[in-house]
């Protein structure tokens, strides 16, 4: 896309989606041309289970995990369905008391719909796992939580980083808790593979998803301990451990391992140079703009995210004066029906809903350069002026 001026766009939503990585490029390419289903016993068929094998094999020592741990999907939200319901289902039929859901109130709507359906259709109990104000869950009240509902937890969901704020969950301390008790911890890292080092072997369940790293959109992975079986949402062959059917797309995870893979071998340069950007943007906008406050951890957060409130302003206003100003970002919150929502990240965290709505997520990836960042601090200061004059809706 190019600007009024004739300039290429700035991109400043990588958390929503980033780039396809050259390396991820390559070798999609590489698989797209050959023919070969990879659960037919002929040559061209054992050929692509080689590429899926070699690909499982890689993305799970990137996580310190074992190959047979991996369980493709089509990308983090199935990941998140499959965990949620499925170990829900899988522990409520093993003991019918097991009804509680423990979910953190800042989650991904991956994770919080399904566990909102649980809650509608399924009779679960859900606990809202409340946040701090910069959107850190409270151990203290998940500890005091599972020691009076030991018996009734099904699983508990938090994720390990934040997609709106940034902020990265004391996923460890979760976990411990999790497996002293014995109840299936699920983290939904599909923000944080590619950007924090991750762990998987630390939790029981973990999705991740390779456009938020440099893969193509609709492959990614749930990571799933051994001995937890979920029940399958989908029914058919059976490819991935009897989990999840349907034939596996050998190009795709491919591509998804060489993105994990580039991720890795990049990882501390490219994670100091893109938190320096961000931290040049954060820098630079409360230096030239006033009335904005960052949101989040600023101890403990992912390097690509600022997510920036303006006193005044109407999110919806600032993200399409950007986009017009040729600098594209996200509103960090929904719309429903027309109407501009506050998001239920920031309402987590205290935020007054009319303040809630008057925010923006600048996210930076392993494209973001210096250019872009001097691009939206250039455009800023007019669409707040010029936000601040439409003001805001009650
Ligand atoms: N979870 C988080 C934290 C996300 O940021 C996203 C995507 O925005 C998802 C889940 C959904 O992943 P996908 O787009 O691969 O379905």
């Not at 850190?136 to 938090?158: F, G, I, P, Q, S």
Request: charged share 25%; hydrophobic share 45%.
């Amino acid at each position: 896309m190019v600007d009024a001026t004739g300039r290429e766009a700035v991109y400043l939503d990588h958390a929503a989606t980033t780039p396809l990585r050259p390396e991820a490029r390559a070798a999609l390419l590489a698989e797209l041309d050959l023919v070969g289903n990879p659960s037919s016993q002929h040559s061209a068929g054992r050929r692509a289970r080689r590429v899926v094998e070699e690909s499982r094999e890689s993305i799970a020592i990137a996580l310190g995990v074992r190959a047979g741990d991996v369980v493709f999907t089509s990308g983090g939200t199935e990941a998140d369905n499959l965990a949620v319901l499925g170990l829900y289902r899988a522990r409520r039929s093993e003991d019918p008391r097991r009804t509680r859901v423990i979910a953190s109130a800042v989650e991904h709507h991956a994770v919080l719909d399904p566990v909102d359906w649980l809650g509608e259709h399924e009779g679960a109990e859900i606990s809202w796992l409340p946040v701090d104000d910069v959107g850190r869950v409270d151990l203290a009240w998940l500890k005091a939580e599972l020691d009076e509902h030991a018996d009734e937890v099904a699983l508990v969901t938090v994720m390990w980083a934040n997609n709106e704020i940034g902020t990265v969950q004391p996923v460890a301390e979760v976990a411990t808790l999790c497996a002293d008790r014995g109840i299936p911890f699920h983290s939904d890292a599909v923000q944080a593979v590619g950007s924090l080092e991750v762990d998987a072997s630390v939790v029981d369940s973990l999705a991740l998803s390779g456009h938020k790293f440099g893969a193509p959109v609709g492959v990614g992975a749930l990571v799933l301990r051994r001995g937890l079986s979920p029940v399958p949402l989908v029914h058919g062959g059976g490819q991935e451990r009897e989990i999840r059917s349907g034939t596996v797309d050998a190009a795709g995870i491919a591509s998804l391992a060489a993105a994990l893979t580039a991720s890795m071998a990049d990882f501390d340069v490219r994670t100091a140079r893109i938190a320096r950007l961000r931290d040049d943007l954060v820098a630079h906008v409360l230096a030239t703009v006033d009335g904005v406050s960052r949101n989040g951890d600023p101890s403990c957060s992912l390097p690509g995210i600022a997510h920036l409130s303006f006193e005044g302003c109407e999110g919806d206003s600032l993200l399409l004066l950007l986009d017009a100003a040729g600098v594209e970002c996200s509103r960090g919150s929904a719309c429903s029906a027309g109407v501009p929502q506050p998001s239920h990240v920031m309402l987590a965290l205290g935020v007054e809903p009319v303040a809630a709505r008057g925010s923006l997520r600048l996210s930076l990836g392993w494209s973001s350069t210096d250019d872009d960042v001097a691009r939206l601090v250039e455009a800023l200061p007019a669409v707040v002026a010029r936000a601040r004059r439409a003001g805001v809706g009650r």
